[in-house]
């Protein structure tokens, strides 16, 4: 796992990897963070991290373990896959 439940993330960029077919959204009632723009270089809190062999059933990689974040700016939770974000954990 690239990011650990707890860890304050900086969202520095955001990356748009061609999706796999069988990724699907998994976190249906969240919103997607890739596509929030207006959160780049900013500030959130990681809730919760889905190893991908618990969210696919077919072939998947690490690229596709899925976390929850905790946006510091409108205090939203948002999800992404782990090849969604360029980030860095600040200690």
């Known amino acids: 796992m690239k990011f650990n439940v707890g860890d304050i993330i900086l969202v520095k960029d955001f990356l748009f990897p061609p999706r796999p ?30 190893k991908h062999s618990d969210l ?19 205090q939203k939770e948002y999800y992404f896959y782990q090849d969604e974000i360029d980030g860095e954990v600040i200690v």
Do not use: A, P
Request: proline letters at 0%.
């Open 21 to 50: 077919s069988h990724r699907q959204q998994h976190f249906r009632f969240l919103l997607r963070l890739h596509v929030r723009l207006h959160l780049k270089n900013t500030l959130g809190i990681i809730t919760k991290v889905e």
């Open 56 to 74: 696919f059933e077919k072939v998947s990689t690490e690229n596709d373990n899925g976390y929850i974040w905790y946006s510091q700016v409108d």
